[in-house]
């Protein structure tokens, strides 16, 4: 009795129909279930290439895929109520978040340019703030974190080291506004020592104190305000440890 047996060139429907459904190359559109749209390259059904990326709640993404992940330069828009489109952020993405050097425009007014880490401002940057501050300088996952720079509106600035988003370590807090000059030592944003002397245009400044202050004397100033800052840093670990211990007592 003669048994029927498939060609060996036989491909199953369903095979050749999956293999059919790949997207690779350019697609004009492409819907998801949730009718998010998508116009750009494919290679083996992942975005790869150029592509535009339009979600259902209105978030527009412009530039390069790799894998599935916006990767490379691409542009984040957010869509109006008038039908136009407000830019987001602009610059480098990695794996579908923004890493690299790249542009932020926040919905507060604030703007920020500099280097990103995983979504998060990581490494040197600028950020113009909407009352009219400004910081430059060094950022640790969205914190000032190092050496920076902040301008405040009535042009005071502070310049020295930061921690965790506050002014931590040694700094310079300039005055301009009565022509003074506070450099020492701050803890949690607080000055906790420092000395004052006069800057050179003390007398062209808005309100001048009346009389100079009187030069400084001590010599090695900056050693002693280095020693005094580890002294508190040691005074602060003995205080937290005996805090502990009548914790654990109790």
Not at 10 to 30: D, M, R, S, Y
Not at 54 to 62: A, N, V
Not at 151 to 162: D, I, L, S, T
Request: aromatic share 16%; charged share 30%.
């Amino acid at each position: 009795m003669p048994f029927y047996q498939k060609p060996k060139t036989f491909t199953p429907l369903l095979l050749a129909a999956e293999k059919k459904a790949i997207k690779n190359g350019v697609h004009k559109a492409i819907f998801t279930s949730r009718f998010d749209k998508y116009v750009g390259d494919w290679n083996k059904d992942l975005k790869e290439g150029k592509g535009l990326f339009l979600t259902f709640t209105g978030k527009l993404y412009e530039g390069d895929w790799y894998k599935g992940f916006r990767h490379g330069f691409g542009t984040l828009s957010n869509k109006l109520a008038n039908g136009t489109f407000s830019l987001e952020y602009r610059g480098d993405w990695i794996k579908g978040k923004p890493e690299g050097i790249g542009w932020r425009y926040y919905e507060n007014g604030d703007v920020y340019f500099g280097f990103w880490k995983r979504g998060r401002r990581h490494g040197y940057g600028k950020i113009w703030y909407k009352d009219s501050t400004f910081y430059v300088g060094y950022w640790k996952m969205d914190k000032k974190d190092g050496l920076g720079m902040f301008v405040q509106a009535n042009g005071n600035r502070y310049e020295g080291h930061w921690a965790d988003d506050f002014r931590d370590g040694l700094g310079r807090f300039y005055h301009l506004h009565t022509g003074q000059l506070q450099e020492g030592c701050w803890k949690r944003g607080l000055c906790i020592q420092s000395k004052m002397c006069d800057i050179i245009i003390r007398q062209f400044c808005d309100l001048p104190t009346p009389y100079p202050i009187p030069q400084e004397m001590l010599r090695n100033s900056r050693k002693l305000l280095e020693e005094s800052e580890l002294w508190l840093k040691q005074q602060i670990g003995e205080i937290d440890k005996n805090l502990k211990y009548c914790i654990d007592e109790m």
